[in-house]
């Protein structure tokens, strides 16, 4: 019979696992390209190895020093600095290692025929106190349709359909300055610090494409760029189509946003209306092929179906991929769901809000890229 204690067997299984990530990932060499690193002292990765199995242990540092527990080598002091540091690029290295997991794990496994995708989406990262909280805003919650305290975490994922990786984020302070709550911080525009802030007070349909840059950039790549209605502005659906991917995104019923539908500008209302729609159990209502875009006009098409949640009602969506089917456009727009249950996962079971309550927006940075690592770890 063995004399050790339960929970200390499963310590040293996470632990084995957490190791056997990192080496087969190259972990260390991905933060040292990220300049993830210190020059004496405590090695980085030691760091990051002990911030990422926190969560699964189930104690934070400050209660393994008030119980006695705090057994690693190195000071809170340490591991706060490294936290804090505003040289760390959080966001390529996210991105280094997602693109390290999929092209030499995950489409390994899966068809080549298989559609990959990539997933952008924002969900709100809220701050009880802003008010000491660099760059803290009043921001616009989608879900509760008013504005909270935080930041709205704009993020890009990958997705083949029953993976999901999470691939780089930023956290959106409010693009105006009377929104802004907490302290703005003056950093040189040329440093990565710099330009961190910068990004995070960019609107959001122009920090997508930064996003998906630095994606493309690590080594990633997708057929489908997926997104709802709250990013789907002709200005964004043809940048992104410019470079390479097609767009799937729900689409605005909005009278300010028009399409050429039969040498017409019209609004999707306007669309809707004049057309016949198909009776029945069909998939789908109605299908038309639209000109999107005023400077680079490029070729689209829009499917409108039942809106299962209010059978009166109908969604419209835009595919720039005009050779697929309409059912085809459907299911793939489906796979967007899955971005919804990394969220819930991340804030109810790996701590992604009430874990660090620091007051740098580095440390924040690197507290979201920290997380999204253990969803990569559970994930694979």
């Given amino acids: ?14 632990l084995d696992c957490i190791q056997k990530f990192f080496a087969k990932h190259h972990v260390g060499k991905l933060l040292k390209q990220c300049n993830g690193t210190k020059e004496k002292g405590v090695p980085s ?17 400050y209660m393994q020093q008030r119980t006695g527990s705090f057994k690693e080598d190195f000071s809170k002091n340490t591991f706060y600095r490294f936290l804090n540091s505003a040289k760390t690029n959080w966001l390529r290295f996210t ?27 924002d969900s709100l990262f809220n701050r009880t106190s802003c008010k000491k909280t660099e760059l803290g805003s009043k921001v616009f919650d989608h879900t ?49 610090a710099g330009k961190r802030r910068k990004l995070a007070q ?16 690590a080594g990633l790549s997708a057929e489908y760029v997926l997104f709802d209605s709250w990013f789907s502005n002709p200005a964004q659906i043809t940048a992104i189509k410019r470079k390479g991917m097609d767009v799937i995104a729900m689409i605005k019923k909005s009278s300010r946003i028009k399409y050429t539908y039969n040498d017409e500008q019209l609004n999707i209302k306007e669309i809707y209306s004049k057309n016949k729609k198909r009776r029945g159990r069909s998939k789908y209502l109605l299908s038309v092929d ?5 400077e680079n006009p490029i070729p689209a098409k829009i499917v409108c179906v039942r809106n299962k949640a209010n059978r009166k009602d ?18 793939i727009y489906g796979k967007r769901w899955q971005i919804e249950v990394f969220f819930k996962t991340c804030k109810s079971m790996l701590n992604l809000i009430g874990e660090c309550h ?19 770890l559970l994930a694979i």
């Avoid at 019979?1 to 996470?14: F, G, P, W």
């Avoid at 704009?154 to 993976?163: E, F, H, K, P, V």
């Avoid at 639209?290 to 005023?294: A, E, F, L, N, Q």
């Fill in 1 to 14: 019979m063995s004399i050790l204690a339960q929970n200390h067997t499963d310590e040293v299984a996470l």
């Fill in 45 to 61: 990765i030691s760091l990051l190895k002990y911030k990422l199995g926190n969560i699964f242990i189930g104690r934070s540092m």
């Fill in 95 to 121: 991105s280094l290692l997602a693109a390290d997991i999929v092209n030499n794990g995950i489409k390994d496994l899966t068809d080549a025929s298989r559609k990959n995708v990539f997933i952008i989406d």
């Fill in 144 to 192: 509760g349709m008013n504005y909270k305290k935080g930041y709205r975490m704009l993020t890009l994922s990958w997705s083949d359909g029953n993976t999901l990786i999470p691939v780089n984020s930023c956290l959106l302070a409010s693009s105006k300055e009377s929104n802004i709550i907490g302290p703005v911080k003056a950093f040189d525009k040329r440093t990565l």
């Fill in 202 to 217: 960019t609107k959001a349909p122009e920090a997508m494409l930064t996003l998906l840059d630095t994606a493309v950039s």
């Fill in 290 to 294: 639209v000109i999107v875009g005023k």
């Fill in 314 to 331: 109908w969604l419209a969506f835009i595919c720039t991929d005009t050779s697929l089917s309409e059912e085809e456009i459907i299911r």
């Fill in 358 to 376: 620091s007051l740098s927006y580095d440390a924040l940075t690197a507290h979201v890229a920290i997380v999204f690592t253990r969803y990569m």
